[in-house]
């Protein structure tokens, strides 16, 4: 939570949408994005184990961040972000994976070739300084 001071208006949430088949790996980002929010300011965190939720999520409400897994069970990373895309998401991605660092890059490019906005390609687990800044690159994208 951020500290405001008395009659300052309080910024939006960042809302933030993390994506990936694992339960583990979900908790571990919710509670980076809880201990960042200390420092840059409140975020809205959803969460979902399935592509088809986390479309469903997106639909639903607009989210500035999309922090999503390559490697899923219904529907891949990829696939997911081309639906995404096809819907005209207009926030930031962050794309993580186990995968080698080729795979990762390959993605990027393929999800920049859709028109999204990707703030960065990470191996898992990303470390919490690397998410810090990507989700800082969110806030500036976002603006005021």
Do not use: N, W
């Not at 908790?27 to 965190?45: F, I, N, P, T, Y």
């Not at 995968?99 to 028109?115: F, H, I, T, W």
């Amino acid at each position: 939570m951020s500290t405001q001071e008395p009659g300052a208006a309080a910024a939006s949430p960042l809302r933030v949408l993390l994506l990936d088949d694992d339960p583990f790996m979900l908790a571990l980002l919710e509670d980076m994005l809880d201990d960042l929010s200390e420092r840059l300011g409140s975020v809205d965190v959803a969460s979902a184990t399935s592509a088809k939720a986390a479309l469903a999520l997106v639909g639903q409400a607009p989210r500035d961040l999309l922090v999503c897994d390559l490697s899923m069970p219904d529907m891949d990373g990829i696939e997911f972000l081309r639906l995404v895309a096809e819907g005209h998401y207009q926030g930031a991605v962050v794309l993580l994976s186990g995968m080698d660092a080729g795979v990762l890059r390959a993605a990027e490019r393929l999800a920049m070739a859709q028109g999204l906005a990707i703030l960065g390609a990470c191996r898992k687990p990303v470390a919490p300084a690397a998410l810090g800044e990507l989700v800082a690159q969110a806030l500036a994208r976002r603006g005021p």
